[in-house]
């Protein structure tokens, strides 16, 4: 079992920076890979950027790529969402996730059930 807790949401003016994290326990970290999804008002879960075991390879959805970036700290057991020239469509419920997995293809990890964990989420609020 592994539990995964966010924090470092909050409400920012748009243009402005978060940098969200996500402790993990339970487990040993560095053989998760770990993904952040986020969850609009009205809208489906949306994958948003993955990072594998090392931190060595990174993925971002494309509403995202130049502006978040994905980052993990295997010693502090903890995963981190940057991210910068924040817009009000990404008002989100943001979550953390992490996948049991050995090896992965190129794009199953921007689905849900490539995860076996959930954290509870942190909201994110940017204003116009």
């Known amino acids: 079992q592994v539990q995964l807790v966010e924090s470092g949401g909050g409400l920012v003016q748009a243009g402005g920076s978060l940098r969200l994290s996500c402790a993990a326990s339970?487990?040993?970290?560095?053989?998760?890979?770990m993904g952040w999804f986020r969850q609009g008002p009205g809208k489906e879960r949306e994958f948003v950027a993955v990072?594998?075991?090392?931190?060595?390879?990174?993925s971002q959805a494309g509403a995202v790529k130049g502006r978040f970036i994905i980052s993990r700290d295997n010693a502090k057991n903890t995963v981190y969402l940057q991210m910068n020239s924040l817009k009000p469509e990404d008002t989100a419920v943001y979550y953390c996730a992490a996948a049991g997995r050995t090896y992965y293809s190129s794009s199953e990890y921007k689905w849900e059930n490539f995860y076996d964990y959930w954290g509870q989420g942190t909201r994110v609020t940017v204003s116009s």
């Open positions: 339970g487990r040993t970290f560095s053989n998760y890979v």
């Open positions: 990072i594998n075991w090392s931190g060595g390879g990174t």
